[in-house]
């Protein structure tokens, strides 16, 4: 059965720093993963969907990356801003259509 | 501006009511999805339509709860008798077979007292 872990569970960074936000999964037989974003109250916004021949996708100032054989992708954000506080959630799909980790709550200090 | 469509947004029940949460996915979408977020456990697929027929409902407690697409403009879930441990956000995707991308709802927040 597929699992999908976030680390951290919870981030607070000042306006302006890059960061990396991981997520691993436990079977590398998946068809794609796509990290999302979602702000308190809300649905999930799809933010970048990698496929699995693919090793990266970027889209402005977020850049994730896909490690298939080790299970493991980064979501990388250049010059956070307040306003990419939320949390983010990745999801890997493969013989289920999506399975969510749990996120990450990142909160940008102003 | 296409959007996937929930209603209601939120609920408020007693225990033992009938709950009935309604979705209307993106039009030209074939693939329907629901799911609930609760803290704990985070996100789970609850069940799934493609072409409006089920292909996977496994997540479901299928003692209480239902899963129905009576046309392509409508997904159903329905809780039959509601319990406080049913109390979470609901969430319905949508999205077109092949693509895999998912367009999420706004959710219904569901209170059972």
């Known amino acids: 059965k597929q699992e999908v872990t976030q680390i951290p569970a919870a981030l607070s960074v000042p306006e302006g720093e890059n960061l990396v936000l991981n997520c691993s999964f436990t079977?590398?037989?998946?068809?794609?993963l796509q990290w999302f974003r979602q702000d308190p109250g809300k649905g999930l916004t799809s933010l970048l969907l990698i496929q699995s021949s693919q090793r990266e996708q970027t889209s402005g100032r977020l850049n994730a990356s896909l490690d298939k054989s080790s299970g493991r992708s980064t979501l990388y954000i250049a010059a956070s801003q307040p306003g990419d506080s939320a949390t983010y959630l990745c999801?890997?799909?493969?013989?289920?259509?999506?399975?969510f980790g749990k996120g990450t709550r990142l909160s940008v200090i102003a | 501006d296409a959007r996937v469509t929930q209603t209601p947004r939120h609920k408020v029940t007693e225990m033992g009511q009938e709950v009935t949460m309604r979705c209307q996915p993106i039009?030209?979408?074939?693939?329907v999805f629901w799911y609930r977020q609760t803290m704990m456990q985070g996100l789970e697929l609850l069940a799934y339509?493609?072409?409006?027929?089920?292909?996977?409902d496994s997540g479901m407690p299928k003692d209480r709860f239902s899963a129905e697409m009576p046309d392509a403009t409508l997904a159903t879930l329905k809780i039959q008798p509601s319990e406080p441990r049913d109390s979470a956000v609901y969430f319905c995707?949508?999205?077109?077979?092949?693509?895999?991308?998912?367009?999420f709802g706004p959710g219904t927040r569901l209170t059972v007292t």
């Open positions: 999801a890997v799909s493969g013989n289920t259509p999506l399975v």
């Open positions: 339509f493609r072409n409006r027929a089920p292909l996977d």
């Open positions: 079977d590398s037989a998946i068809y794609n």
């Open positions: 039009l030209g979408h074939n693939t």
């Open positions: 995707a949508s999205g077109w077979e092949g693509t895999y991308e998912q367009y």
